[in-house]
């Protein structure tokens, strides 16, 4: 079983930058998917960007072009969302995934939420 865990979140002002920071724990990630949700209130779930952790290829929403980076450290077991240029349309809860492959239809397994406040 995947176990995740994140931190980072937080109350930024505009034009701020966060890194949220998600540890993996009960599996060895070789040919994982990883990636970053936001659910904003009243706002379907959206990925804003994934990662595939044997080839380290990614993909962001084209909101977050520019702004947000992936990255992961495999020593780690951990992967982080380094956000900056933060605007107040960020504003959502942040959630980190896993599954297990990059072609897997669904992330099985979910960190529980981080909020990330970006104030005007």
């Known amino acids: 079983q995947v176990h995740l865990v994140e931190s980072g979140g937080g109350l930024v002002q505009a034009g701020g930058s966060l890194r949220l920071s998600c540890a993996a724990s009960?599996?060895?990630?070789?040919?994982?998917?990883v990636g970053w949700f936001r659910q904003a209130p009243g706002k379907e779930r959206e990925l804003v960007a994934a990662?595939?952790?044997?080839?380290?290829?990614?993909r962001y929403t084209d909101s977050v072009k520019g702004r947000f980076t992936i990255s992961r450290d495999s020593a780690k077991n951990t992967w982080y969302l380094q956000m900056n240029s933060l605007k107040p349309e960020d504003t959502a809860v942040y959630y980190c995934?896993?599954?297990?492959?990059?072609?897997?239809?669904?992330?099985?397994?979910w960190g529980q939420g981080t909020q990330v406040t970006v104030s005007s």
């Open positions: 995934a896993a599954k297990p492959t990059p072609t897997s239809p669904d992330y099985d397994y």
């Open positions: 009960g599996r060895t990630f070789r040919n994982y998917a």
């Open positions: 990662l595939s952790w044997a080839g380290g290829s990614t």
